[in-house]
């Protein structure tokens, strides 16, 4: 026998026999009581706005988990959307917000922008977005 199908036999035989220990107690991140972003809406339109406005919207959420979420990092897509989000772990059952702020100058027509929200919650990604159209 060939020195691989030894190798991939005995990966089988290692990889089955970890799966079948009877009176093993497995523990996934649901049960241990993950945290669990819900927003309320991920999505604002702010319909049409006069160019050069600061339109700001806060898109708030609730950690409907056990342990306590950390939002680690919100990304906005360019320098024209600035999220400001809480640095501080939010417990099980409270609400925060993002305040999302887009700024309009020299940004005529339509705007779509999608903010990427890193948290330790079960997903890990969330993505809230605003739109609009820039008028004068």
Do not use: R
Not at 31 to 37: E, F, K, S, T
Not at 39 to 49: A, M, N, Q, R, S
Not at 65 to 78: A, E, H, M, N, W
Not at 100 to 110: H, L, M, N, R
């Amino acid at each position: 026998m060939s020195f691989k199908k030894v190798s991939l036999m005995f990966l089988f035989f290692v990889a089955y026999t970890s799966h079948a220990q009877p009176g093993k107690k497995t523990i996934t991140l649901e049960a241990a009581g993950q945290p669990l972003i819900k927003f309320e809406t991920t999505l604002h339109d702010f319909g049409k706005i006069v160019e050069g406005t600061q339109a700001t919207y806060e898109f708030k959420f609730t950690n409907n988990g056990k342990t306590p979420l950390i939002l680690s990092d919100v990304k906005p897509p360019c320098s024209c959307t600035v999220p400001i989000w809480p640095k501080e772990p939010i417990l099980p059952g409270k609400s925060a917000s993002i305040k999302v702020t887009f700024d309009s100058k020299g940004k005529p027509g339509v705007f779509n922008k999608t903010i990427t929200v890193k948290h330790n919650g079960e997903s890990g990604t969330d993505y809230i977005t605003i739109k609009g159209v820039v008028g004068s």
